[in-house]
């Protein structure tokens, strides 16, 4: 660019800013400098060029009235590695986060955002399916281990009997996973390991099950084999609702008009579920109309409720069947809409909803943690029996402990060897 052309662009910017600032508008001065009229402009090869479209987890802070959601599971009970099962993540500019469904790999999404687990331990089940709940336990038994230090809270229905309830599912997880609790759970910091279990009537209609720095969480009633429920949450004026599983109801019906974003289940068409699952005519037609929102009834829900945005998910999303199910739907809706995939976020204000794709981290390591940690003596928390103590090779016991003596020097620590340092360590 020659000098006459630089001063030539600078002063046209100089004059769009001035305007701009003159009528109060917040204009991105390097869409302004685009439209200038001078041409086109070559992006600086140092400067970073910004990807508009796509959303870097960890990159952007939330504005003191924004929500952003982002889909850890848009799936179903099928594994794959596209898409994990139901997981949406609601995060307010109040700094509040919130984990709605956990379905089986879900938590590896939620891992990839890189955010702090004492940040995530606020989690809302639908219903106990495993494609909804199933990475509960490994999300929570994990949470230590990758520097959760403060205690899991977790809210879920109640049960058509009291032992299908959340209560006593959540007390049958930890009799099932008894020994990781007592193995590994006694080497880390124990408060991670800490639970409060919220079970609510599943045929509660609009009750309020969670209100806390301003935000208002309400349950209704799904209809998908009973105790089931659907959720909104409330905050500044913003609300969202989450199906979980559901048919279209009349509770969803009366209490989701004009909610900002709206999150409903959604199936492909039951011809194929014949196809892609091998599955009878009436086992297609019952899962995927009876015990699910076919896509013609999702669109018809949207049209009666009119959400400002709808989102649909509980499918495999690919390019064949998307087609299809966006053509069920658009016979029954034609209002905003985006077919859910994982890591689609959306960012909701009272002005704008916002849909991109989020760049997640494949090679995600746990956040650092946010207190300080308090490790327990891990060396004789557990106790061995003695037929394990009693099968350490010596050769390479020396060898591990020269490795800690090193890492004492190193580190300026005084670890002891626990069990290679069997020969020369005191009885239990
Ligand atoms: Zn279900
Ligand atoms: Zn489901």
């Not at 219903?127 to 230590?144: E, K, N, Q, R, S």
């Not at 909610?259 to 014949?274: G, R, T």
Request: aromatic content about 10%; proline content about 7%.
């Amino acid at each position: 660019m020659s000098i006459r052309r630089l001063l030539t662009a600078a002063a046209a910017l100089a004059t769009v800013v001035v305007i701009a600032a003159a009528l109060g508008l917040d204009i991105d001065v390097r869409i302004a400098t685009a439209n200038a009229g001078d041409g086109p402009e070559e992006w600086s090869p140092t400067a970073p060029f910004p990807q508009r479209e796509v959303y870097y987890p960890g990159t952007e802070a939330l504005a003191d009235d924004e929500m952003r959601v982002t889909a850890c599971g848009t799936g179903m009970p099928q594994p794959r590695l596209k898409q994990a099962a139901a997981c949406f993540l609601v995060e307010l500019g109040n700094g509040d986060k919130f984990i709605f469904d956990m379905g089986a790999g879900s938590a590896e999404r939620l891992a990839a955002l890189g955010i702090p687990l004492d940040q995530l331990n606020r989690v809302f089940l639908g219903h106990l399916h495993i494609d909804h709940a199933g990475d509960f336990p490994a999300f929570y038994f994990t949470g230590p281990v990758n520097n959760r230090l403060t205690p899991m809270r977790v809210w879920g229905p109640s049960g058509v009997r009291p032992e299908w309830g959340t209560k006593v599912w959540v007390e049958k997880m930890l009799e099932m996973w008894a020994w990781e609790k007592a193995g590994r759970g006694s080497a880390v910091d124990p408060r991670g390991l800490e639970l409060e279990v919220n079970e609510f009537d599943w045929t509660a209609v609009n009750a309020v099950i969670y209100q806390e720095n301003g935000v208002t969480i309400r349950t209704l009633p799904a209809i998908h084999l009973d105790q089931s429920v659907s959720f909104v949450l409330e905050w500044k004026g913003l609300r969202f609702a989450f199906s979980s599983d559901t048919l279209p109801n009349k509770w969803w019906r009366a209490y989701t008009n004009d909610v900002d974003l709206a999150i409903h289940e959604c199936f492909i068409p039951p011809d194929y579920m014949m196809a892609r699952y091998g599955m009878t005519p009436s086992e297609a037609v019952y899962v995927g109309t009876q015990g699910h929102t076919a896509a013609q009834a999702f669109g018809k829900i949207m049209s009666l409720t009119k959400p400002r945005h709808a989102v649909c998910y509980h499918f495999q999303n690919d390019f064949d069947t998307a087609p299809a199910v966006l053509s069920e739907i658009r016979k029954t809706y034609d209002g905003p809409l985006d077919l859910a995939q994982d890591f689609m976020v959306w960012n909701v204000t009272k002005k704008h909803i916002r849909t991109r794709m989020g760049v997640p981290n494949h090679e995600s390591y746990p956040a650092p943690p946010q207190r300080v940690k308090y490790p327990p003596d891990s060396m004789k928390a557990y106790k061995w029996t003695q037929f394990s103590l009693s099968g350490v090779e010596p050769e390479s016991a020396a060898v591990t402990n020269k490795l800690i003596e090193e890492f004492n020097k190193r580190n300026g620590t005084d670890i002891k060897p626990g069990i290679t340092g069997l020969p020369f360590r005191d009885e239990q």
